[in-house]
């Protein structure tokens, strides 16, 4: 097969430019080309979704490109994710805050986007990438034989490759045209801008509030992803490298319209209402620039082919900001591809190994859109959202992280299949687990709720802590699938925890309507029996003593809401109404 091009990516942002990199280390003999429409030299602060990274992409910027000293060096190490919930009406210091005391142990970034792209740029030309710059991609014409090239249809004339890369971001070139697109069960939209100078989080707090200004002891707590909560919605807060920062206003449909915020006016008068302290920071800044994205979320049924192409970031999927993954899908993506196109040009692509990664991808983005989706009413309470956070997280770390950080998706398939039907285990524990808390916050009486003004998440000690620190602990296959089942079973564990939550606050009124509209049952896979729900009312002393550690760890970061019954009877009275809700099995006919 003769063509102009191995490999041409499509598209020259952060996925294609990223991909570009991988591929000419870890495949050098591989012609490459990316092709981008916009030209250098791009703003230096060029404003685009993906600023902030978390674990897995951090990962792969810093350890698996290489980039570790260009980051550390040129963008700002991330002090993790940080939540303000609460009455978003009130003072800011009497908000319950969810968020790190301290400087995670695994790095993240905050990354600087116009920066970032036009180094990388540069990068990718020093390690012999062409890159064709000023060229659109109108059409990409796949092969319909194994011996014949693909073509791509740029606006200066075709270009033929051996394997084609749509890094086109929502244009998705080829999941439209190959009819791969799915829909997504999270109906949110976003707008968001820059301001020329730091916006921080403590600036929105009076200097007299000492205590809530003492929790930050290092200074470090406007380095954070930032949100501000409020019911169906969030403002992100992300600081820049070049004194910029970062705004962004994300709502769920059902709560906030998208026609209520998506000008520039009609954003700054929806910050005035919904969060009004940011308003008082930033009235009379000026915007930078207003981007805006409705109806964000997409899933894919594939996202790659042993028939030569690849979708990778934007091309293929995006589930949602919250949590900052957009990233970590570009990681995988271009990873997973990387593996095609080497094995490929060895001449040793195996169909089986495409397919088994292609399922894996397509189930972490479902599994992450089922997160994210359906949460408008869990945002403004600190007890549920610290629930939350704490499931997702150690979700996140035990499965999406560790087959990454472990390189399980570079075992062959017999092996993938092994793993893959591990991530089917979680996928389920996670979708009861965000049935719970949807249906926790859905019958929550308060307009707020948490009894700490603070919780450290990770807080230290405790097993969450322990699995962050765990990622960077390197293991065999065999000791990563062995650590998979103890995660899953410390993540039963967890959301027995949760539930354990929900009903002492729910109560007797609340507990059997939850037990009802969620369906509980011994068939959940929770350790329901046993002493756990049988201890919770001994003395003091002695209940800690009887409590396995995680339950001791949530309510040491969370706090203790008391019930109105003992937990046994509560659980008892879940337990009935979903019994007596389900329909009875039909009798045979005499």
Not at 370 to 381: D, E, Q
Not at 402 to 408: D, E, L, R, S, Y
Not at 472 to 483: L, M, N, P
């Amino acid at each position: 097969m003769r063509a102009d091009y191995d490999v041409i990516v499509c598209g020259g942002g952060l996925a294609g430019l990223t991909l570009a990199y991988q591929l000419r280390n870890e495949v050098p003999d591989a012609k490459i080309a990316v092709i981008e429409r916009q030209k250098r030299p791009l703003p230096e602060a060029a404003h685009k979704v993906g600023e902030s990274s978390v674990e897995l992409a951090s990962h792969y910027f810093g350890e698996v490109l290489g980039l570790r000293p260009y980051l550390l060096d040129n963008h700002l190490k991330k002090n993790g994710l940080r939540f303000i919930c609460g009455d978003t009406q009130g003072p800011v210091e009497e908000r319950p805050e969810i968020g790190p005391s301290e400087f995670p142990t695994v790095p993240s970034y905050q990354l600087d986007r116009g920066k970032l792209e036009n180094d990388l740029r540069a990068m990718i030309e020093e390690k012999g990438a062409t890159l064709l710059e000023g060229r659109s991609v109108k059409d990409i014409v796949l092969a319909e034989s194994d011996d014949a090239p693909h073509v791509v249809q740029t606006s200066e004339g075709d270009l033929t490759c051996r394997w084609v890369v749509d890094a086109t971001g929502r244009l998705r070139i080829l999941q439209k045209k190959l009819g791969h697109r799915r829909p997504s069960p999270n109906k949110s939209s976003a707008v968001w801008f820059r301001v020329r100078e730091r916006v921080l989080v403590g600036e929105l707090v009076p200097k007299d509030k000492t205590e809530w200004h003492q929790r930050d002891v290092d200074q470090v707590r406007w380095l954070s992803t930032v949100h501000l909560m409020g019911k169906g919605y969030w403002l992100w807060l992300i600081p820049l490298s070049t004194g910029y920062t970062s705004i962004g206003i994300v709502c769920h449909d059902e709560h906030q319209p998208f026609t209520t915020y998506n000008t520039k006016e009609k954003a700054l008068a929806w910050i005035a209402k919904n969060e009004p302290r940011v308003m008082e920071r930033i009235e009379g800044l000026e915007l930078e620039d207003f981007c805006m994205m409705p109806n964000y979320s997409y899933l894919t049924d594939r996202f790659a082919s042993s028939q030569r192409w690849s979708c990778v970031g934007e091309a293929a999927a995006f589930v949602d900001p919250l949590y900052s993954l957009g990233s970590d899908f570009i990681s995988m993506s271009n990873s997973y591809t990387t593996r095609f196109v080497g094995e490929y040009l060895r001449g040793e692509l195996q169909h089986e190994v495409v397919e088994e990664l292609n399922q894996i991808y397509c189930r972490l983005a479902e599994d992450a859109a089922r997160t994210l989706s359906n949460n408008g009413r869990i945002f403004p309470h600190g007890d549920l959202m610290g629930a939350k956070l704490w499931w997702d997280f150690f979700n996140y770390w035990s499965f999406m992280c560790a087959h990454f950080f472990q390189g399980i998706w570079r075992q062959d398939a017999a092996t993938l299949k092994k793993f893959r039907a591990m991530q089917a285990r979680f996928y389920q524990l996670n979708s009861r687990a965000q049935t719970l808390l949807e249906t926790w916050a859905e019958l929550k009486a308060k307009p707020f709720g948490g009894p700490k003004g603070f919780v450290g998440l990770p807080s230290f000690p405790s097993t969450l802590a322990d699995a962050h620190v765990e990622l960077k602990v390197k293991r065999t296959v065999d000791e990563t699938y062995a650590k998979m089942e103890r995660d899953l079973k410390i993540g039963q564990e967890l959301v027995t925890e949760i539930l354990a939550h929900a009903l002492r606050d729910l109560g007797s009124d609340g507990a059997a309507e939850l037990g009802r509209r969620i369906g509980l049952s011994l068939e959940w896979d929770l350790p329901l029996g046993g002493e756990r729900f049988a201890v919770d009312d001994l003395p003091r002393r002695q209940r800690v003593d009887a409590l396995p550690r995680i339950a001791r760890d949530m309510e040491r970061a969370l706090g203790r809401v008391n019930g109105d019954k003992p937990l046994r009877e509560l659980l008892d009275l879940a337990l009935a109404a979903a019994a007596s809700a389900r329909p009875s099995a039909p009798q045979p006919s005499v």
